[in-house]
């Protein structure tokens, strides 16, 4: 009889088969249901605290998963979710987790069927065709010129936020921010550099309420930031230029209107303001505290991504879980008519839809069961697309009348990155983990030669004299 052949060193550690997967999706249904509860606006707060003792209290997403220190691979990978995300469009960082995490665990039962990880892979991307192909069907094109509306999109991303308590201010200041920074690009296209053209300086001190956007440059006295360079060339209309003896009269900006210099608290701030058609901005924010400060420019950067992807993709979908459910409710149609083994997950796809209106009903303490049966009995149909739930009271309503929305672009975002990523987890079979260690010092042979390095000779002790 042949002797096995052991390839692995005996240091690695090697898992495979269905106990890699059922690890990965209870990994990240873990990763899930931390965030669960951040849903909405009636969610829950969290407190993080940092190695050097720091505190953060926030319910944003992205923030919370970030500070987490996370050994488990596959939740490592759900975390890059909400940070990509979050650079993407800036919105529904806890959406895509959630969804991702109720995608993993209903493939779960076909997993312990010996479903081939393909085959439901397959069935979910054909689920997220169609989901898709819904989001363009119940989708409202909007007007960029009617400011109650604009207003309202960015109130209703707001809701589910920390500041939504401040009413219409920090909406205001996103959207006149981000309107200020548009640049023209001619076919339809427009440019919004919102993290290049848009400041944000926060000062201890104050009431939230003095917070505004001034048309131009902010910045406290210190040599100028390149970055700061750039926003005050294109406020005043400047051209940078690297050598003095290069300056021309037409490089001179001459649209700023007024210069001063302000202390607030115990700094001094130089003010550029009052300039003629600026495409850069600073967004002044005050408040009584830097805890409450941070908080309110995580949401504000949350306002301006909202802006910015109204700008550019001007299409909006019913918020409030009526999407989802009228995905769910597509979907579920549709896999009545289909045949082959792919029905059973793309039908499961399609129930896991309903875990966004399902976690926004529980986030408001009304009976979900109820709410659920009643919401799905609406959009059996699927002809009350905009039928949801109010995050606030809890009552199922129409969207539209509620102005509750969500964009286009993030709601197709958070579905594609959510399905794609399930997939890629329950595409893996084998996890490897060992590293090469390094033996001490102690443990070399005495009897084999050693050969010195270049380095070695500048830890080496001066023989003393």
């Known amino acids: 009889m042949q002797s096995p052949v052991v390839v692995l060193n005996d240091s690695l550690k090697r898992e495979s088969g269905n106990k890699v997967h059922h690890a990965n999706i209870q990994a990240s249904k873990a990763v899930a249901d931390i965030v669960r509860t951040t849903l909405g606006p009636r969610s829950m707060l969290k407190m993080i605290l940092d190695a050097v003792g720091g505190i953060a209290v926030t319910n944003d997403g992205n923030a919370i998963l970030r500070e987490l220190d996370i050994a488990h691979p596959a939740a490592k990978s759900m975390i890059e979710l909400s940070r990509t995300q979050d650079q993407e469009v800036g919105d529904g960082t806890t959406s895509v987790i959630i969804l991702a995490g109720e995608m993993l665990h209903v493939a779960e039962a076909f997993i312990d069927k010996n479903y081939h990880p393909t085959v439901i892979c397959q069935a979910y991307n054909k689920a997220l065709e169609d989901a898709l192909a819904v989001l363009d069907k119940i989708s409202m094109s909007i007007n960029l ?11 209703s991303c707001l809701g ?10 920090i909406a205001d200041l996103a959207l006149d921010a981000t309107t200020m920074v548009v640049v023209d690009g001619g076919k339809g296209l427009r440019d919004v550099d919102i993290k290049k053209y848009i400041k944000v300086e926060k000062v201890p001190g104050g009431q939230l309420e003095d917070s505004q956007v001034l ?10 930031r390149k970055t700061d360079n750039n926003r005050i060339a294109k406020a005043c209309g400047a051209v940078i230029v690297n050598r ?6 037409s490089d001179v900006g001459t649209r700023a209107g007024l210069f001063e210099v302000k202390k607030i608290g115990d700094e001094f701030f130089a003010y550029i303001v009052e300039c003629q058609d600026p495409k850069a901005c600073t967004v002044l924010l005050r408040g009584p505290s830097k805890d409450l400060l941070n908080e ?11 802006a ?7 299409k909006l979908v019913p918020g ?16 009545s008519s289909m045949e082959g083994i792919e029905k059973w997950p793309y039908e499961a796809a399609a129930v896991a839809f309903e875990a966004i209106p399902r976690t926004l009903a529980q986030n408001c303490g009304i009976n979900v069961i109820r709410t659920m049966t009643a919401l799905q009995g609406k959009h059996a149909n699927c002809d009350n697309a905009w039928i949801g739930i109010d995050g606030n009271s809890g009552e199922i309503a129409d969207m539209k009348e509620r102005k509750i929305w969500d964009a286009y672009n993030v709601k197709a975002q958070t579905f594609k990155t959510a399905i794609e990523a399930a997939c890629m987890l329950l595409r893996i079979d084998d996890i490897v983990s060992g590293i090469k260690k390094r033996q001490p010092p102690q443990a070399t042979d005495s009897s084999k030669p050693t050969i010195e390095r270049e380095g070695d000779a500048d830890n080496e002790r001066m023989i003393p004299e």
Do not use: C, Y
């Not at 589910?160 to 201010?169: E, V």
């Not at 048309?215 to 100028?224: E, T």
């Open 244 to 249: 003095p003896d290069e300056l021309q009269e």
């Open 160 to 169: 589910t936020k920390f500041t939504s308590q401040f009413g219409d201010l």
């Open 296 to 306: 309110v420019e995580r949401n504000l950067q949350d306002a301006l991504s909202v």
């Open 320 to 335: 409030g879980g009526a999407t989802e459910l009228t995905v769910s409710a597509t979907l579920k149609q549709k896999s």
């Open 145 to 155: 010129n009617d400011r109650s509306m604009m207003l309202g999109i960015v109130k």
């Open 215 to 224: 048309k131009g440059g902010v910045s406290a006295i210190r040599r100028l």
């Open 308 to 314: 910015r992807n109204i700008l550019k993709h001007p």
